[in-house]
């Protein structure tokens, strides 16, 4: 089975401040898939990160894959009481290992106005 | 487009009473369908998932069955609720294996 591990589990800020979240691994897999989840709804995907190296961006969000593909952290610059949420990282094992989607224990973020 | 549906919402139900959740995916033919649970605040864990009508296989080890009885319907069951069922729980689906997942809205199960 492989695991991914989050970090930080809990984080709490003020609005205006920059943050990073982590998702480690000591496996390899083929892309990493970042979502975040609001109170009582499910999870919606952000992005799909493939390449080693590859970084992607989403407005203030900026996502990054590890170069041996094993690793993930996703930066937020100037955070808004929007963004707070759950977010989640989930690894796609290497193609044709016909496993499912393995997925983090999750970042709680919470942005104070 | 595709829609996925969950209901109930919401369920209370006490020690022992049976459970009935229902998922339904409309919009695509064939999907991957598959049960999560997640826990307050924290990750989610993969109860069950199904590559087609009839074929269900089992995460972890546990009070709860799924089937499949069509295309595009999940069902999550169980005879006998225990306390450690009640949690959050959602249903997905995607294309393929390993793809990117389209989540329901969830049911939010409490077991008293």
């Known amino acids: 089975t492989q695991l991914l591990e989050q970090s930080p589990q809990f984080l709490s800020i003020q609005e205006g401040e920059n943050l990073t979240v982590y998702c480690n691994s000591s496996?390899?897999?083929?892309?990493l898939q970042w979502y975040r989840q609001e109170p009582g709804e499910g999870p919606v995907l952000l992005v799909t990160?493939?390449?080693?190296?590859e970084v992607k961006k989403l407005k203030r969000l900026t996502f990054q894959f590890g170069d041996a593909r094993k690793d993930s952290s996703l930066h937020i610059t100037a955070a808004q009481p929007g963004d707070t949420g759950l977010y989640l990282c989930?690894?796609?094992?290497?193609?044709?290992?016909?496993?499912?989607?393995?997925f983090g224990g999750g970042t709680r973020l919470m942005v104070k106005p | 487009s595709q829609t996925i549906h969950q209901w109930p919402a919401t369920l209370v139900q006490p020690v022992g009473s049976p459970l009935s959740l229902e998922c339904t995916v409309e919009?695509?033919?064939?999907?991957?369908l598959y049960w999560y649970r997640q826990a307050a605040g924290r990750g989610l864990q993969l109860l069950f998932y199904?590559?087609?009508?009839?074929?269900i296989s089992s995460e972890v080890p546990q009070n709860l069955s799924a089937s499949r009885p069509q295309d595009r319907q999940f069902i999550l069951s169980s005879k006998k609720l225990l306390l450690s069922d009640s949690g959050f729980y959602l249903c997905?689906?995607?294309?393929?294996?390993?793809?990117?997942?389209?989540f329901g809205p969830g049911t939010r199960l409490t077991v008293t």
């Open positions: 990160v493939v390449t080693g190296g």
């Open positions: 496996s390899v897999f083929s892309s």
């Open positions: 919009g695509t033919s064939n999907p991957n």
């Open positions: 997905a689906w995607s294309v393929q294996a390993g793809a990117r997942l389209y």
């Open positions: 199904s590559v087609g009508i009839g074929q």
């Open positions: 989930a690894g796609d094992p290497l193609a044709g290992a016909g496993n499912m989607l393995t």
